[in-house]
């Protein structure tokens, strides 16, 4: 069970109709403590199989967030906030971690193969099948990180509106993984946008 040392939490509701994309923060440090908190909390996301693509890249130096915002249209609030997470998602690391993720509890057969028939199916994919199953299994953990950092009392920002190959190479990143977001994340400055959203009778049809 994680438990968290942070600010009060909000509930998930206050979480959800809180959160707004919050462009400029306060000039507060984030420290690495709570960083490794958040992070703490965003990794019991689910994922299918249980595989958890997922890695995480947080960006608190400001002469590399500068050269992040260069390369993300100028976008001011990638230098406002004290920090910026690259939520990174790697087929790769995922496949090694095939024997790390498969049940603990199985009897030593079974798990193997679990192993075998997992790093089968997977094998049996193209680099692009496996790179698009896993930036979908990673969405999911970005979604948990804006409602996480709400919660928690920090203000972000998911982002796409960057460069993915020139963001790589500055944090030296592998070709092979994809970027799911970056979210620049802080104390709030500013309220941000109220929400616009579908009605739900739009959105919904309850079968039954
Ligand atoms: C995946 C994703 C990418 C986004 N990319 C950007 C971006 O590059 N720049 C930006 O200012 N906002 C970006 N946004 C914020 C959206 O514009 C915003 O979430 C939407 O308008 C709803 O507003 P709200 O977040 O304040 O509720 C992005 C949001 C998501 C979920």
């Known amino acids: 069970m994680t438990t968290s040392t942070l600010k009060p939490t909000l509930s998930v509701r206050e979480a959800i109709e809180t959160r707004r994309s919050i462009r400029t923060y306060q000039d507060r440090a984030i420290s690495r403590e709570d960083i490794h908190q958040i992070i703490d909390l965003v990794r ?63 009897p030593a057969e079974r798990k193997e193969q679990e192993i075998k028939s997992l790093t089968e199916m997977f094998s049996q994919m193209t680099d692009e099948e496996r790179s698009a199953w896993a930036l979908n299994q990673t969405n999911i953990a970005l979604g948990f ?30 070709e092979h993984v994809t970027l799911a977001a970056m979210v620049p994340f802080g104390y709030a400055a500013s309220e941000g946008y109220p929400h616009h959203r579908l009605e739900t009778e739009k959105l919904v049809k309850i079968h039954g």
């Open 44 to 106: 019991l996301t689910p994922s299918a199989y249980n595989l958890q693509p997922w890695r995480f890249h947080v960006v608190t130096d400001a002469a590399l967030k500068e050269k992040l915002q260069s390369v993300s249209y100028g976008q001011k609030q990638v230098t406002s906030a004290p920090a910026v997470m690259l939520m990174v998602s790697d087929s790769e690391e995922m496949m090694r971690s095939i024997p790390e993720i498969v049940h603990f509890g199985l």
């Open 145 to 174: 990180l804006l409602v996480a950092l709400q919660g928690l009392g920090y203000a972000s920002n998911p982002m796409l509106g960057f460069e993915p190959e020139k963001v790589k190479e500055l944090l030296g990143l592998p």
